[in-house]
């Protein structure tokens, strides 16, 4: 499986992050652990969601998608 996962930090109020993994239990404890560059200074972070995929494809193009201006409104209106 392939997903599509949105973090929410503790920390800093109003910082996400938006992701896209294989493995979903160690990816989460690898950012709360402090293991990526991008989400290190704004830990402990919470799973607010996940979307899980058969194909790869169909993953990375939603991610892409949450990312961009349209796709930061649905997640703001959907899924947040």
């Known amino acids: 499986m392939f997903y599509v996962y949105l973090l ?3 920390s800093a109020s109003g910082q996400r992050y938006v992701g896209f993994t294989t493995d ?3 990816r989460f404890d690898d950012h709360n652990a402090g ?3 991008h989400t ?3 830990k402990p972070w919470r ?3 996940y979307v899980a995929f058969s194909e ?3 993953a990375e193009s939603f991610e892409r998608y949450l990312k961009s ?3 930061h409104a649905f997640a703001k209106k959907r899924l947040w």
């Open 8 to 10: 929410e930090s503790l």
């Open 24 to 26: 979903l239990k160690q």
């Open 35 to 37: 293991k990526s560059t």
């Open 40 to 42: 290190a200074k704004f």
């Open 47 to 49: 799973l607010v969601t």
């Open 56 to 58: 790869r494809a169909n």
């Open 69 to 71: 201006g349209s796709g």
